[in-house]
Nanobody
Framework: QVQLQESGPGLVKPSQTLSLTCTVS??????????WSWVRQAPGKGLEWVSS????????YYAESVKGRFTISTDNAKNTLYLQMNSLKSEDTAVYYC?????????WGQGTLVTVSS
């Protein structure tokens, strides 16, 4: 059974950088060319899709709110998904989840809190 584990929670100031890691266990990140995604949930708000990519095509997609600031990537040898977040803003404060799939992810991590505050 595939499991996802995020790491990299943190408190950072606006304009700073933070990187999140999602380790995939119980299966290969390249199996069946799944789409892998990052989704976030700000305090008191609903889920917001952030970014997705396929390991075989490596053509990432980004929400407009993070385009140009966030970068999604994978290290297939390490079975790991990453989210590099630059120029962070207070509105990026949220619990960040990695997930397998795009429209209806079927596997989710437990989430990691990112707080952007001065």
């Amino acid at each position: 059974q595939v499991q996802l584990q995020e790491s990299g929670p943190g408190l950072v100031k606006p304009s700073q950088t933070l990187s999140l890691t999602c380790t995939v266990s119980g299966g290969s990140i390249t199996t069946n060319a799944y789409i892998w995604s990052w989704v976030r949930q700000a305090p008191g708000k609903g889920l917001e899709w952030v970014s997705s990519m396929k390991t075989d095509i490596r053509n990432p997609y980004y929400a407009e709110s993070v385009k140009g600031r966030f970068t999604i990537s994978t290290d297939n040898a390490k079975n790991t998904l990453y989210l590099q977040m630059n120029s962070l803003k207070s509105e990026d404060t949220a619990v960040y989840y990695c997930a397998r799939g795009l429209y209806y992810p079927d596997v989710w991590g437990q989430g990691t809190l990112v707080t952007v505050s001065s």
